[in-house]
């Protein structure tokens, strides 16, 4: 059964930085391209950040681009998602999701995390 | 990027009613177009894929067609545990975008 953990959320202050993990079990995690999706309390779905299986591609949105660097250890299972020079309008559940592509190509997504909680306050 | 439009953004049905949500795009998608719900305090879960195709486990209550720009996803008979928060996302081109979501609510 696929699985997809999150960890490494909290409190932070505004301009602090934070590191995610997802970690992934049931399935070839190597094969697939993983991706970052948050929702703001009470808000809809954004998508955030990509990288590709072999961690040679990445994406970030335009809203935090220059901020945030995903990153991989296939041989751990893990994605990273460091988040740098943190806001308050980053606060957000962030969710660990996997799509059907081995590349940034566009996908639907099958399985989520539970989603780790990331609180930017003063 | 396309924009993925819901509307509405909120409906009030009562158990045992059919109620229809619609999903517009800013330009053409072919049918790459998935639909999730998502309950209270957890994550989306896949319910169609390719405007019409259900996801393994889900049940046939759940519908959804439509082409190009405009979808829709159907449930019958509403249940109590279909009152959730659904979105549309294209997957037509890159990246990934989400409509707003459309919460649906007990009468």
């Known amino acids: 059964e696929v699985h997809l953990v999150e960890s490494g959320g909290g409190l932070v202050q505004p301009g602090g930085s934070l590191r995610l993990s997802c970690t992934a079990s049931g399935f070839t995690s190597s094969d697939y391209a993983m991706h970052w999706v948050r929702q703001a309390p009470g808000k809809g779905l954004e998508y955030v950040s990509a990288?590709?299986?072999?961690?040679?591609?990445?994406y970030y949105a335009d809203s935090v681009k220059g901020r945030f660097h995903i990153s991989r250890d296939n041989s751990k299972r893990i994605v990273f998602l460091q988040m740098s020079s943190l806001r308050t309008e980053d606060t957000a559940v962030y969710y660990c999701?996997?799509?059907?592509?081995?590349?940034?190509?566009?996908?639907?997504?099958?399985?989520w995390g539970q989603g780790t909680l990331v609180t930017v306050s003063s | 990027d396309i924009q993925m439009t819901q509307s509405p953004s909120s409906l009030s049905a009562s158990v045992g009613d059919r109620v229809t949500i619609t999903c517009r795009a800013s330009q053409g998608i072919n049918t790459w177009l998935a639909w999730y719900q998502q309950k209270p305090a957890k994550a989306p879960k896949s319910l169609i894929y390719?405007?019409?195709s259900l996801q393994s486990g889900v049940p046939s209550k759940f519908s959804g067609n439509g082409s190009g720009t405009d979808f829709t996803l159907t449930i019958n008979s509403l249940q109590p545990e279909d009152f959730a928060t659904y979105y549309c996302q294209q997957y037509d081109s890159f990246p990934p975008t989400f409509g707003g979501g459309t919460k649906v609510e007990i009468k």
């Open positions: 999701v996997k799509g059907f592509k081995i590349g940034l190509g566009p996908t639907d997504f099958d399985y």
């Open positions: 390719a405007a019409s």
């Open positions: 990288i590709r299986n072999n961690g040679r591609d990445t």
